[in-house]
């Protein structure tokens, strides 16, 4: 490693009992040694959500419905006003906010929506409300929506009135969804109001160029929020170390200028960079967010001063990126974003343990699916490669962090698997893991792929035909998700793959004798006692 790396310590913590999933996880490490610079999360606030179950959830909003029509008396609605329940939350301390919209006339009433704030005890303690004051319209023209249209009581603004809403569905130039929701009085015909439910800012990116970004329309702005992805959302930390910093907002939807010294930049390329790999966990193997649960994890950009690492911290459920040497990198590149969140993904997976051969296993995993990402994403500006960290320049001399066809060319990192591999730092002994998984998808010996070449060599000397990346990558997923554990080693590993390749294409198969001959290439064998298939 490069002397002005050597000064940055892996942010991680080291566990040794089987079973404990990892705390965090950096892109880069300085050998054995461990600090925890990844902060803690702190003790969640009595305020703060309680984790309902579904049920649970359910019968909460049961109860509210029971009572909406109490709850409208109490809140001095007139006659006219009808509740609907749309959402609850209960916090840990016991306390219920409840989120009605509101009819009236039987009539949707926009801008007319509101949260009811009860105790523990369900004594009204308050009540947020979108518009205050006397609800009072003539709905007698209502009978008159034009095709296409509904009739509602707009409150958003002005003097509430009696409208018409339609809802315009289309795709943007850039291909990019639209639903078009356009507002008109009633009486004179005119729009009131128009906005669109998909939100897409764009973000001028420093890797990838102008991308479009999932945003969230706030009371005075945007923010990075991305209610498609589970509300992913990026947040700043302004060179601190601690917290979970400021969420980034805006007033516009434009983020970054493409440039290090713009501070919106980075956050721009952290937040497309989990963009690309929840849809690519989603889209390719069915993975519904990190934890398969459908809820987005979270980036912290601009952590510390020059610092030259990014890491996952399982604690905080998020992803840390710093801005690299002179803050002018930022640690943000598509394989970078995908490694990280990849970790996150192995914890509530494998949970294969940050130490020895597994830990090994735990980092190649992360490149595995940085680099698949990568791919997927078929961004012009950030081409798919084999390489790992090719865009940050974290040397400072133009080369990559990785190398997977030939490990061996950062000038630690290893080929091949040897006894006592795992005594060596896990981001090298990964080399072997990432080695197998370039073999088995593009096979050996020299190609050029997208503008770089390659060249694999074999432990053994004997050629390996590849089967392609999208079959590698499902089988190392399959492998992942179903046959390793925490303390899983590279002959375990081995055995992982065949029988992830022979559920997925067959015993016997070529991509199971692809998979063989790819462990072979590295010189990973059958376990002691174990098969040899």
């Known amino acids: 490693m490069s002397p002005h790396i050597s000064r940055h310590v892996s942010a991680r913590r080291a566990t040794t009992a089987v079973g404990t999933a990892i705390v965090a996880a950096a892109l880069i490490g300085t050998g054995l040694s461990t600090a925890n610079a990844a902060p803690t999360a702190e003790k969640a606030p009595a305020a703060s959500p309680a984790k309902l179950s579904a049920s649970q959830r359910a019968e909460l909003l049961r109860d509210a419905d029971a009572e909406k029509a109490r709850t409208a008396k109490e809140l001095g609605l007139s006659g006219a006003e009808k509740l609907v329940v749309r959402d609850v939350v209960k916090d840990r301390d016991g306390s219920i906010h409840t989120r009605y919209e509101r009819t009236y006339d039987g009539l949707p009433v926009l801008g007319g929506d509101l949260v009811v704030h009860e105790t523990k005890s369900r004594k009204t303690e308050g009540v947020t409300k979108a518009r205050s004051g006397e609800l009072k319209v003539d709905t007698a023209r209502a009978k008159a929506a034009p095709e296409g249209s509904r009739a509602v009581v707009w409150a958003a603004s002005g003097t509430p009135r009696l409208a018409y809403e339609k809802v315009v569905k289309g795709t943007k130039k850039d291909g990019t969804p639209s639903k078009l929701h356009i507002v008109t009085d009633a009486r004179t015909g005119k729009k009131i109001f128009q906005w669109d439910t ?3 800012g764009t973000g001028h990116t420093q890797y990838s160029g102008d991308v479009e970004l999932g945003s969230k329309q706030e009371s005075s702005g945007f923010s990075l929020t991305d209610s498609t992805r589970g509300d992913h959302k990026t947040y700043d930390l302004a060179n601190g170390t601690s917290g979970q910093g400021k969420l980034v907002a805006g007033a516009d939807d434009e983020w970054g200028d493409g440039t290090a010294a713009n501070k919106e930049t980075a ?19 069915g993975r519904d967010g990190i934890k398969g649960d459908g809820v987005g994890a979270y980036s912290r950009v601009h952590y510390g001063d020059s610092y030259v690492n990014a890491f996952w911290d399982d604690s905080c459920f998020c992803m840390t990126y710093g801005d690299g040497e002179g803050n002018a990198k930022p640690l943000t590149s598509i394989d970078v974003a995908a490694h990280e969140m990849t970790h996150g993904v192995t914890s509530n997976t494998a949970g294969l343990i940050y130490s020895g051969e597994s830990g090994g296993l735990n980092e190649a995993t992360s490149d595995i699916f940085g680099s698949s990402v990568e791919f997927s994403a078929n961004n012009s500006e950030d081409v798919g490669d084999y390489l790992i960290g090719e865009k940050i320049d974290i040397r400072g001399d133009g080369t990559p962090l990785r190398y997977m066809d030939k490990p061996s060319k950062d000038g630690k990192s290893k080929d091949d698997w040897y006894q006592g591999i795992g005594g060596i730092d896990v981001h090298y002994s990964s080399g072997v893991a990432n080695h197998f998984f370039y073999l088995l998808s593009e096979g050996s010996g020299a190609k050029e792929i997208n503008g770089v070449k390659y060249d694999s060599p074999t432990a053994d000397g004997q050629p390996v035909t590849g089967i392609g990346r999208d079959k590698a990558e499902k089988i190392w997923f ?6 390793m554990t925490s303390r899983t080693d590279y002959a375990a590993a081995r055995t992982a793959t065949l029988d992830a390749a022979k559920d997925l294409y067959g015993a016997d198969s070529a991509e199971q004798k692809a998979v063989d001959a790819a462990w072979a290439g590295v010189n990973v064998k059958a376990a002691k006692g174990g098969k040899q298939r």
């Open 198 to 200: 998909i939100h897409t």
């Open 267 to 285: 956050a721009a390329d952290a937040h497309f960079g989990a963009a690309l790999t929840w849809d690519y966990y989603k889209n390719v193997h």
């Open 478 to 483: 399959k492998a992942l998700t179903t046959y």
